[in-house]
């Protein structure tokens, strides 16, 4: 009997034992057990950037290319040399043509005829005011015995015809005549502009003194001077700069136009940013079998760089998505089952909860989430496979400060020391 007793117990310990390992290792089991969490980490509020890495050459933006056309000119020289810096309007080549000899003697025609034009207005002017003045508003007599209608021509002269119409006042008359005096003196107006202007034109051609000059379009640095007149004869490289340089096929895929970038040169603290400009669509040598294509593209700086050499190398970074002021884990915090992604979370009741969240944009080591999680909360970077289980977590004395008790009450404090030192 005492020997049945203890074999019945002994293998009673044994179930008991089993049953109980059986139920704390199994999946989703409901037994509450204790789960030792090694590492784990707080939601925190970071910005996500997902970078490209390129190379690129700081470049003139610009070039302008200037053209002489020696068919009816005639080159006298150059008046800027390689090296020289150019500002908008600045003279770049002085030439002879007879074609200013014919601008003069047409401008010299047109100021003689808007003069005789002028005249004739005068004279039109005058006769009106005569008209106007041998005529009485307070004599009515000659309007009941006339109709005096005028009809102003394109000669510059006017007719009276004389009615029976007795219905026409002379203020009307006078009316009549005051509106067309108005209209005159507008057309005076615009002949004397007209001839001031076609005689500041002739004072610029004598001022040359038989010659015309080609001036720049835009500000830079002459770059070059053909002094054999193969056009182009001057090129002028903007002192505006960019970054130009070549992606590949896979980088081409991501890249857009557009996309901020910032870049940082050897030797250099100051970052450079700005925007991708353009892209190249065809591959910047001839394509070939076997051969990896690359792409131009150009970068335009928001702020003009001091002091960086034309030709400099630049390690550009361009930002191809960003997620500014997120909730963001560590990549090991996230766990993915049938499709769906959890986050297993240590709550103030001391329990693991796993909650199912929704990710954003992943750069490096950090993982955006959208929805499922506040800044501040803690997060399981390890052991993630308990849910509604108690757990204990190493303490740390190196990072108590007493900054890190400001937030809990007497009762909290006591809570969490108490739960450390049993469950461990």
Not at 374 to 389: L, P, R, Y
Not at 397 to 406: E, G, N, R, S, V
Request: glycine share 4%; aromatic share 8%; hydrophobic share 35%.
């Amino acid at each position: 009997m005492k020997k049945w007793f203890i074999l019945s117990l002994i293998l009673f310990c044994i179930s008991f034992i089993t049953l109980n390992a059986y139920l704390i290792w199994k999946k989703d089991s409901k037994a509450e057990h204790t789960v030792y969490v090694h590492d784990w980490k707080r939601v925190q509020e970071r910005n996500i950037i997902k970078t490209l890495d390129t190379k690129g050459i700081l470049m003139p933006q610009e070039e302008y290319k200037v053209y002489f056309d020696d068919k009816e000119k005639e080159f006298l020289r150059f008046l800027v040399k390689e090296g020289d810096e150019v500002t908008v309007g600045t003279p770049l080549i002085e030439y002879a043509t007879p074609e200013l000899d014919q601008v003069r003697d047409t401008l010299e025609s047109d100021i003689s005829q808007a003069e005789g034009e002028l005249s004739s207005i005068d004279e039109y002017i005058a006769k009106l005011l005569d008209y106007q003045a041998s005529i009485s508003s307070s004599d009515s007599s000659y309007a009941y015995e006339y109709d005096s209608v005028f009809t102003f021509e394109d000669d510059l002269s006017f007719t009276e015809d004389i009615t029976d119409r007795e219905d026409t006042s002379n203020d009307v008359i006078i009316s009549q005549i005051e509106q067309e005096i108005y209209k005159q003196e507008l057309e005076k107006s615009k002949l004397e502009d007209k001839i001031f202007n076609y005689e500041t034109q002739i004072s610029l051609i004598n001022e040359k003194s038989d010659s015309a000059m080609i001036i720049s379009e835009g500000d830079g640095i002459v770059k070059e001077v053909d002094n054999q007149l193969g056009n182009p004869v001057v090129t002028i490289a903007s002192t505006s700069l960019s970054i130009k340089g070549t992606l590949t096929e896979e980088q081409l895929k991501k890249v857009e136009v557009d996309m901020p970038f910032n870049a940082t040169v050897s030797g250099d603290k100051a970052k450079l940013e700005g925007t991708i400009f353009d892209i190249g669509s065809f591959p910047e040598n001839e394509p070939e079998i076997d051969k990896k294509n690359v792409y131009p593209y150009e970068a335009i700086l928001s702020e003009q760089a001091e002091a960086l050499p034309i030709g400099t190398t630049a390690d550009v970074k361009v930002t191809l998505d960003q997620a500014l002021k997120v909730p963001a884990v560590p990549r090991n915090a996230i766990v993915k089952q049938d499709k769906k992604t959890f986050l297993y979370f240590l709550d103030k009741n001391g329990l693991v909860n796993r909650k199912e969240v929704t990710t954003g944009l992943r750069s490096g080591d950090l993982q955006e989430i959208k929805e499922g999680t506040e800044i501040g909360q803690v997060v399981m970077t390890s052991d993630q496979s308990h849910n509604k289980s108690r757990f204990a977590t190493t303490m740390q004395p190196a990072y108590l400060k007493k900054d890190a008790f400001k937030d809990l009450s007497s009762k909290e404090m006591r809570e969490s020391f108490l739960i450390g030192v049993a469950e461990r």
